[in-house]
């Protein structure tokens, strides 16, 4: 089945960046269409953006202008740039190989933006 394992997360000011990354044991992400979802405490689970395998993005509104979705294909990760962070962006963020957790979820990477 392979284990989603993000990294990357970590305490940041507002207005702050990270990069986060996702890989997927004993699968080839470039043909799966990566997710990245969130889930700040108290509340569900919520969608961040996505990739397809041909490259394409979708973005939630939330976040659109400021995360960019993309891919390293030739280190079998999908990357989250997070950019001019905002408190409301803390949460435990988790990748996604297909639509919510298709293929189970892993431990996720805590985000913590301070202002």
């Not at 089945?1 to 470039?30: D, K, N, P, T």
């Not at 041909?54 to 997070?82: H, Q």
Request: charged share 15%; with cysteine.
């Amino acid at each position: 089945q392979g284990q989603l394992v993000e990294s990357g997360g970590g305490l940041v000011q507002v207005g702050g960046s990270l990069r986060l990354s996702c890989g997927f044991s004993g699968h080839i992400l470039g043909r799966i269409p990566m997710y990245w979802y969130r889930q700040a405490q108290g509340k569900q689970r919520e969608f961040v953006a996505r990739i397809t395998s041909a490259g394409d993005t979708w973005y939630a509104d939330s976040v659109k202008g400021r995360f960019t979705i993309f891919r390293a294909n030739d280190r079998n990760l999908v990357y989250l740039e997070l950019n001019s962070l905002k408190a409301e962006d803390t949460a435990v963020y988790y990748c996604s190989a297909g639509p919510e957790g298709s293929s189970g979820w892993g431990q996720g990477t805590q985000v913590t933006v301070s202002s």
